[in-house]
């Protein structure tokens, strides 16, 4: 499908008045882990882990769908402790349908990531063959086969709040196993009720995947709200079901988010699978695709301008925009994109809104749609991604609000919004 001519979208669109912003810092906690191997080295100087790993053994490390800070050195200092007692470190990617549910496709995932052999010291083996380990209500659980077939795993993971359902192991170490190392056959198993039961589903197929390998220990990494490494808990194979619950309480105070509670247009400079599995975080930004899940900004109007070159083409939460632009439609992968759809069974987040031809547009779209609105006193929250939110873009009317709003502090005064000659947004955080 292409994009039509659209000067005659343009001409209406052009009386439509945009408001001036200004650039806002939100202020968080900071208390980033500046130099994560060295804690990660000393807390791994255990001899109850040690002695987990015994010479010649084959130890697979999970590479993640999502970009965490600071995978890349956590799976390299993995790696040496591995090797050091005599191990054979591999990184698989454990990442569901992810990747266009491709071998290759998985492998690309992790190297836009930085996880590649040279950086982590170790081979990456990715393929999508599983082998069936048990069954859960007569649906089958499996897991890859290089890793049901090695002599040890080590699970690493981020540990998060998930987008779409709510459960004592939401994004995790938990997730990881039930989902992760399941890949496409073992998610598309999980999936098969949806993400209304899936807090039910994950711990037993889980566990049933726990019992059919040797899981020696877990690496859970949990992000401030600046996604920065602030705490690093490696846990006994044994204990991650006990002390995961309680580490994801943490990470959700920790999650990044809004300080304002609503607007009218929240703009999203870019949306990807590398910020979150649903494209934009709607603990963010309240784009929701199933009703399992509940928080984030009130709006009326939500505008995505790009996706990102992360996200291989694959447009997960699209669907819960109002208006796109050209440059959006463009790198939309149908494939990459309908696995994950098929694999969760939520369809909506794939869907396609509005498409203009530019950003100037697109925003002017979203203004002119808005219902009940002072036009002159329009309010509008831009953010560069849902993953960085130390700072952003408020327009005029929302100035006085945030100047009183704790963790807000206004950083100029409020100008025009500028775009350059093909009508794109200048970025102003």
């Not at 053994?57 to 890349?72: E, I, K």
């Not at 309480?249 to 304002?260: E, G």
């Given at each position: 499908?292409?994009?039509?001519?659209?000067?005659?979208?343009?001409?209406?669109?052009?009386?439509?008045?945009?408001?001036?912003?200004?650039?806002?810092?939100?202020?968080?906690?900071?208390?980033?882990?500046?130099?994560?191997?060295?804690?990660?080295?000393?807390?791994?100087?255990?001899?109850?882990?040690?002695?987990?790993?015994?010479?010649?053994?084959?130890?697979?490390?999970?590479?993640?769908?999502?970009?965490?800070?600071?995978?890349?050195?956590?799976?390299?200092?993995?790696?040496?402790?591995?090797k050091s007692l005599g191990g054979k470190p591999a990184i698989i990617p454990a990442m569901g349908s992810h990747g266009g549910a491709t071998a290759e496709g998985q492998r690309e995932v992790l190297t836009s990531y930085g996880i590649t052999e040279e950086a982590c010291g170790c081979p990456i083996f990715s393929s999508m063959e599983t082998v069936r380990v048990g069954t859960y209500e007569g649906d089958e659980v499996r897991m890859d086969r290089f890793a049901h077939d090695a002599d040890a795993i080590i699970v690493v993971g981020r540990i998060k709040g998930h987008t779409a359902f709510r459960g004592p192991y939401e994004s995790g170490l938990v997730k990881m196993m039930a989902i992760g190392l399941g890949k496409r056959e073992g998610a598309d198993s999980l999936h098969r009720f949806g993400f209304g039961r899936m807090g039910e589903r994950i711990p037993p197929f889980a566990r049933i995947v726990?019992?059919?390998?040797?899981?020696?220990?877990?690496?859970?990494?949990?992000?401030?709200?600046?996604?920065?490494?602030?705490?690093?808990?490696?846990?006994?194979?044994?204990?991650?079901?006990?002390?995961?619950?309680?580490?994801?309480?943490?990470?959700?105070?920790?999650?990044?988010?809004?300080?304002?509670?609503?607007?009218?247009?929240?703009?999203?400079?870019?949306?990807?699978?590398?910020?979150?599995?649903?494209?934009?975080?709607?603990?963010?930004?309240?784009?929701?695709?199933?009703?399992?899940?509940?928080?984030?900004?009130?709006?009326?109007?939500?505008?995505?301008?790009?996706?990102?070159?992360?996200?291989?083409?694959?447009?997960?939460?699209?669907?819960?925009?109002?208006?796109?632009?050209?440059?959006?439609?463009?790198?939309?992968?149908?494939?990459?994109?309908?696995?994950?759809?098929?694999?969760?069974?939520?369809?909506?987040?794939?869907?396609?809104?509005?498409?203009?031809?530019?950003?100037?547009?697109?925003?002017?779209?979203?203004?002119?749609?808005?219902?009940?609105?002072?036009?002159?006193?329009?309010?509008?929250?831009?953010?560069?991604?849902?993953?960085?939110?130390?700072?952003?873009?408020?327009?005029?009317?929302?100035?006085?609000?945030?100047?009183?709003?704790?963790?807000?502090?206004?950083?100029?005064?409020?100008?025009?919004?500028?775009?350059?000659?093909?009508?794109?947004?200048?970025?102003?955080?």
């Open positions: 499908m292409e994009i039509q001519e659209q000067s005659g979208l343009r001409e209406i669109l052009n009386a439509v008045t945009l408001p001036r912003a200004a650039l806002v810092r939100q202020r968080f906690k900071r208390d980033d882990i500046e130099d994560v191997p060295a804690l990660l080295r000393e807390k791994l100087n255990r001899e109850d882990l040690r002695a987990k790993i015994r010479p010649g053994m084959t130890v697979v490390l999970t590479g993640s769908s999502r970009q965490v800070a600071n995978m890349p050195a956590v799976l390299r200092e993995l790696a040496s402790f591995v726990f019992e059919h390998c040797n899981i020696v220990f877990g690496v859970g990494l949990i992000e401030n709200e600046s996604n920065r490494t602030c705490r690093v808990e490696v846990i006994p194979g044994a204990e991650i079901f006990d002390r995961e619950p309680e580490l994801l309480l943490y990470a959700k105070s920790r999650m990044p988010r809004l300080l304002l509670p609503e607007t009218d247009v929240l703009v999203v400079r870019e949306i990807g699978k590398n910020f979150t599995g649903s494209g934009m975080d709607p603990n963010v930004t309240g784009t929701f695709g199933t009703p399992f899940a509940s928080g984030g900004i009130k709006k009326q109007r939500v505008a995505v301008l790009d996706i990102s070159e992360e996200s291989h083409g694959n447009y997960i939460g699209l669907g819960m925009a109002d208006v796109t632009t050209k440059r959006t439609f463009e790198k939309l992968q149908t494939n990459a994109t309908y696995f994950n759809m098929l694999t969760s069974t939520v369809l909506g987040v794939g869907k396609i809104p509005m498409v203009l031809e530019d950003d100037r547009m697109a925003l002017q779209a979203a203004v002119k749609t808005l219902n009940d609105v002072d036009r002159d006193r329009v309010r509008l929250v831009y953010l560069k991604n849902t993953l960085s939110l130390e700072h952003i873009v408020l327009s005029e009317a929302l100035l006085d609000e945030a100047r009183v709003t704790e963790g807000l502090e206004v950083l100029e005064e409020p100008r025009e919004l500028r775009f350059d000659a093909a009508g794109n947004l200048l970025d102003l955080a």
